[in-house]
């Protein structure tokens, strides 16, 4: 096979449409099991356990000069008091963090090597986070499976694909349906080892032939958008994440149902626990725009969960924040060069745009029925979509 050409511009990531040889990308590390933490080394408990010390009063033994207690000692003054007391909290609060850090970093799953890719396109301005919500159903048992009508498939496809642009005009969301009609990169095979060439298809399939890394060279190929940070969360974690802050308040003009995805909601604001929740974000038969209405959908909750995930309340409760961060680390995964405080930038920017800091886009749409040899498709308006890329890629705001 010949090697394919770099695409060092947009243009050329969006106007190759036909089939032609290319180099083959590395094969898909399959997931591996997240690291145990290390052994606690903390010399205070994390917020909302409980100390290891004895109960009990401190001061209740003889006194060094012989008197009883604190009765013979000067009583420290009120601003001594205080002060003191905030220098204990402080020091708990810090050691508490550093060990919810530790252990925080050691559960990602960092199986995503973006460096190995090959072909890419040449980085642009700002950071540019790859958001995917897969349908893994590893974490679920079968009764799960049952219960949140996710089915028996195994493997991963997308329901969800959204690209998050943070610099220095701001955050944006931009959904791309995940039947977006695109050219996927050649490929390998990982089951096979047999390489294709390039070809049309929907961005959904990219996931589901070539895993994380076809996705992303297929966001770049198609967007032009060199791509920072990935990230991904499967079926368990969402539903874990929804009912560890106590379910997502959300308010429907319609009743939503749709027997694939298990949803039964009626109209009316209500609180949908992390089955109802997933069930929402998954349906689309009845929506108007099919996959554009799923999208939709999806950027709504998302604005919904981050606002409950932000609120003091959520934050402050330790029975709540901690199981929210472990569910969320349950089924996450990233690439090999996101860390902590680069998560912790992809929330950030996510609730930026979801919570009226930022801008929540879809990727412009010419035809959302387009008839392909792979079913329905959506088609980009080629036009504005590339205004939009290039904007993104140019760090400018859209539009």
């Not at 050691?95 to 890419?120: F, K, M, N, P, S």
């Not at 008839?371 to 705001?397: I, M, N, Q, Y």
Request: proline share 9%; hydrophobic share 35%.
């Amino acid at each position: 096979m010949t090697r394919e050409p770099p695409h060092s511009t947009f243009e050329a990531s969006m106007s190759d449409w036909t089939d032609r040889p290319g180099t083959s990308p590395p094969e898909w590390t399959p997931r591996r099991e997240p690291l145990a933490p290390p052994p606690s080394t903390r010399t205070a408990p994390l917020p909302g356990m409980p100390s290891p010390a004895a109960p009990g009063r401190y001061d209740s033994g003889p006194h060094p000069r012989g008197g009883r207690g604190s009765r013979n000692r000067r009583r420290p003054s009120r601003r001594r008091r205080y002060l003191r007391t905030a220098a204990v909290l402080s020091s708990v609060l810090l050691l508490g963090g550093a060990g919810t850090y530790v252990w925080a970093d050691t559960r990602l799953d960092q199986q995503v090597d973006l460096g190995a890719l090959g072909g890419r396109v040449p980085p642009g301005k700002g950071t540019t986070y790859l958001v995917v919500g897969s349908d893994s159903r590893e974490g679920l048992s079968e009764q799960d499976r049952k219960d949140l009508n996710t089915g028996s498939a195994e493997g991963r496809r997308t329901d969800s694909v959204i690209l998050l642009h943070t610099g220095a005009n701001g955050t944006t969301m931009l959904s791309l349906p995940r039947d977006s009609w695109v050219t996927l990169p050649p490929y390998v095979d990982p089951g096979t080892g047999r390489g294709y060439r390039a070809a049309p298809n929907k961005l959904n399939a990219a996931f589901s032939l070539g895993g994380p890394g076809l996705l992303v060279r297929a966001v770049e190929r198609n967007t032009g958008l060199r791509i920072d940070h990935y990230a991904e969360i499967g079926f368990a974690g969402f539903v874990g994440v929804v009912d560890a802050v106590g379910g997502v308040d959300l308010c429907l003009g319609r009743p939503v149902r749709d027997e694939d995805s298990g949803a039964n909601l009626p109209a009316g604001c209500q609180t949908l626990d992390g089955a109802e929740a997933l069930a929402f974000v998954r349906q689309r038969k009845q929506e108007d725009q099919g996959d554009l209405g799923r999208t939709r959908n999806q950027q709504k909750f998302l604005a919904a969960l981050a606002r409950k995930a932000a609120d003091p309340a959520t934050l402050a409760d330790p029975s709540k924040s901690f199981p929210t961060l472990s569910a969320g680390l349950d089924t996450l995964i990233v690439d090999d060069g996101t860390e902590l405080p680069d998560l912790m930038a992809l929330f950030e920017a996510l609730r930026k745009a979801t919570g009226g800091g930022g801008r929540q886009l879809n990727v412009p749409v010419a035809d959302p029925d387009l008839r392909t040899s792979k079913g329905s498709a959506v088609k980009w308006d080629d036009r504005r979509a590339r205004a939009l890329f290039r904007a993104l890629r140019e760090d400018r705001p859209p539009g």
